[in-house]
Nanobody
Framework: QVQLVESGGGLVQAGGSLRLSCAASGRTFSTYGMGWFRQAPGKEREFVAA????????YYADSVKGRFTISRDNAKNTVYLQMNSLQPEDTAVYYC????????????????????WGQGTQVTVSS
């Protein structure tokens, strides 16, 4: 049984930083793609960042490029999202997700490509 458990959300002032963690269990994730999405009130869930568990390539939404960094720790089976220079528009519930297949050059963009989701963690950025 796959489990993804996010942590690290909270309240931060604009310009501050947070690091989200996604602890993965129940599978060997070496062939999986891992993604972060977010959903603000009244808005659709949107892609934030992704990477294949194995491999160097990372992908980011334009709105977070240069501010957010996705990484993983094999020993801890954990994926991270380091968020710097946070802005009020980054306020949302952030979700970790895992995709069993990563075919195509844009596998990471659609939420429907992901098979497993965490419960979400709230990030609130005050101005």
């Amino acid at each position: 049984q796959v489990q993804l458990v996010e942590s690290g959300g909270g309240l931060v002032q604009a310009g501050g930083s947070l690091r989200l963690s996604c602890a993965a269990s129940g599978r060997t994730f070496s062939t999986y793609g891992m993604g972060w999405f977010r959903q603000a009130p009244g808005k659709e869930r949107e892609f934030v960042a992704a990477k294949k568990w194995s491999g160097p390539y990372t992908y980011y939404a334009d709105s977070v490029k240069g501010r957010f960094t996705i990484s993983r720790d094999n020993a801890k089976n954990t994926v991270y999202l380091q968020m710097n220079s946070l802005q009020p528009e980054d306020t949302a519930v952030y979700y970790c997700a895992a995709a069993r297949t990563t075919y195509g050059s844009t596998w990471y963009l659609s939420q429907y490509a992901y098979d497993y989701w965490g419960q979400g963690t709230q990030v609130t950025v005050s101005s």
